[in-house]
């Protein structure tokens, strides 16, 4: 365990030592603005559900860019050979690289409570819906980081990594979106890329409601990723 | 320490370790030594647990390389070849997050570090960024990672490439003050770098041993053993029938040099021909302006053995040379 924080440790701090780490992170925070002021004034609602329902679309690119780095760069740099022969299981390896990917979300995601203190000082929000919000942005860009770290054990690639992530994620949601439309499939298929979809998913979250459901759809996916990227890289020791 | 059974890798088509088999005791310095692409960093490779092999079997410290991965890792010191580091990160970071990769507690940690930084020369760029560093010092970081936490196995990969001649020296003495307590294999494609350090060299081209001994051994293998380099004041013909007649003598081959004749003097086996040789040029009234005796050396022996190998492996077409286009 010790050694996954060590890791992770070391991924986070990897992002802040290049200015892409300051890029992102204030690109972010003035989207997300621009997002918050657009639905922000008298008469409108005190809420952050808009901007919810926004940064939803915006994770799709925004995540794979934080992702895309994590295993791929240790291998096109060669420094997967030391890292993979020191003491370090391929566990630690993957938990580490995606706790920092997931440190370095988290963090981004502090402009948004900054947003929700001037809705406080402003007027009288619900704090429920806020919290709920949050929370499914953690779930599924947790779900996202996931995807983005399987998808960088491929590949040395990046870009590679970036766009097969951006891939992954966008068979779950739009394609599960557009198809789940499409009436000349059987009710049941519908229901099911309905079920899949992540942004009908997160909808509920942002609306202030948690539903098990979706918290087990998402926490099992992130798994799924996770172990799917686990034995990749152990396979890299078969090859 | 190290023990290696018939060791094969295939990578796809190709044969990069053919039947490998070696024995390493404890406290001993082993050189690698082949030409590039004859397998040194593949099996160093599958000695660490980072490569699988397809067959055969290594273990060390009587843990098995495949099966026992971690507990290998434990025992083993690595730097693997070009010395990959993160470029963004600190000498002193990059040492700590090695450290804490080994369980080391803080303050043994600190201890080491600050005695690496001090026997591999570190001290100075600490606190530099690793990317900003030149690629001696890199290397240098690269050891002083693989010793951190004291391991009974060190794995060196070329560990002096790219260093500047001090440098070399100083991590040559470096890794013999290592000796004893640790098992150390190096490879190399620098011959003089195993001759001075190695208390056994291990010859790989092709993927196979084709030669192990300690280097006194294997300076002694070397064809013709040595021969007698003269230069006297006479005709090369002169030179050339006399000195046939000297006991013990087998070849000689003289020609002139500026006036001077030059003559190489290749004695029988085992032969000392130098006093008898002494004798009969004094006897012939010669001037003589050198005599000396030359040894072998190991790198003569080296480029022997594995042109002799890249030979024997090239298909015949390649051995020809093309015609030149009129």
């Known amino acids: 365990m010790q050694k996954t924080f060590t890791i992770a440790k070391r991924e986070l701090t990897c992002l802040f030592y290049s200015p892409i780490g300051y890029l992102v992170l204030g690109l972010f925070g003035l989207g997300v603005s621009w997002l918050f002021f657009r639905s922000f004034g008298p008469g409108k609602a005190a809420w952050l559900r808009d901007t919810f329902d926004w940064l939803i679309w915006l994770l799709i690119l925004l995540t794979p860019a934080i992702s895309m780095r994590s295993i791929s760069e240790e291998l096109s740099s060669g420094t997967i050979e030391p890292l993979m022969t020191a003491p370090v299981s391929d566990l630690q390896v993957i938990m580490g690289k995606w706790l920092g990917a997931m440190g370095f979300f988290i963090l981004l995601l ?32 947790g779900l996202y980081m996931a995807i983005g770290v399987f998808a960088s054990s491929i590949t040395e690639n990046q870009i590679i990594a970036f766009i097969v992530t951006v891939f992954i994620i966008c068979v779950l949601t739009l394609a599960t979106y557009f198809l789940g439309r499409e009436s000349s499939f059987p009710t049941g298929v519908r229901q ?22 979706s918290v087990v759809y998402l926490g099992s996916g992130i798994t799924l990723f996770l172990f799917l990227a686990v034995k990749l890289l152990e396979s890299k020791r078969w090859r | 320490m190290i023990d290696v059974q018939r ?3 295939w990578y796809g088509p190709t044969k990069a370790v053919d039947d490998l088999t ?23 490779r ?34 693997p ?12 970071e990059y040492l700590h997050y090695r450290g804490k990769l080994y369980d080391m507690p803080r303050t043994l940690r600190n201890q080491r570090i600050d005695m690496l930084c001090d026997r591999c020369g570190l001290t100075k760029v600490r606190r530099r960024t690793i990317g900003h560093l030149s690629k001696g ?7 002083a990672a693989a010793l951190l936490h004291d391991p009974p196995v060190l794995i060196l990969d070329e560990p002096t490439a790219g260093m500047d001649p001090n440098q070399i020296g100083h991590v040559r003495q470096f890794i013999s003050e290592l000796s004893g307590q640790h ?55 002169a030179v050339n029938n006399v000195l046939r007649q000297v006991p013990g003598v087998n070849e000689v081959e003289a020609r002139a040099v500026n006036g001077w004749c030059h003559a190489v003097v290749t004695p029988a086996a085992g032969k000392d021909v130098r006093e008898p040789l002494a004798t009969t040029l004094h006897r012939n009234n010669w001037i003589v302006r050198e005599l000396r005796h030359e040894t072998a050396s190991l790198e003569q022996f080296f480029v022997q053995i594995t042109d002799h190998q890249r030979v024997s492996a090239a298909p015949a077409a390649e051995r020809e040379p093309e015609p030149t286009p009129v």
């Open chain 1, 110 to 141: 502090t402009p948004v409570l900054i947003l929700a203190l001037v809705l406080e000082w402003t007027s009288n929000p619900d704090w429920g819906p806020i919290f709920t919000g949050l929370l499914g942005l953690v779930l599924v860009g």
């Open chain 1, 192 to 213: 099911a890329l309905n079920y899949i979809n992540i942004n009908a998913r997160y909808e509920n979250f942002s609306k202030g409601l948690i539903e098990i459901g």
């Open chain 2, 7 to 9: 060791l094969v890798k």
């Open chain 2, 22 to 44: 070696f024995h390493i005791p404890k406290g001993q310095i082993v050189g690698f030594l082949g030409p590039n692409g004859a397998g040194k960093s593949t099996t160093l």
């Open chain 2, 46 to 79: 599958i000695l660490t647990g980072y490569l699988p092999p397809t067959s055969g079997r290594a273990t060390i410290d009587g843990h098995d390389v495949l099966t026992d991965s971690l507990n290998v890792r434990r025992k083993i010191g690595y730097m």
């Open chain 2, 81 to 92: 070849e070009s010395t990959p580091l993160y470029g963004e990160m600190r000498v002193e």
């Open chain 2, 137 to 143: 010092n890199r290397q240098r970081v690269g050891l």
């Open chain 2, 183 to 237: 098992t150390i294999i190096l490879s190399t494609h620098i011959l003089p770098e195993v001759e001075k350090t190695a208390d056994r060299v291990i010859i790989i081209a092709g993927g196979r041993i084709v030669a192990q001994g300690t280097p006194d051994e294997l300076r002694k293998s070397v064809a013709g053993q040595g021969r007698v380099v003269l230069e006297v004041k006479a005709e090369p013909a």
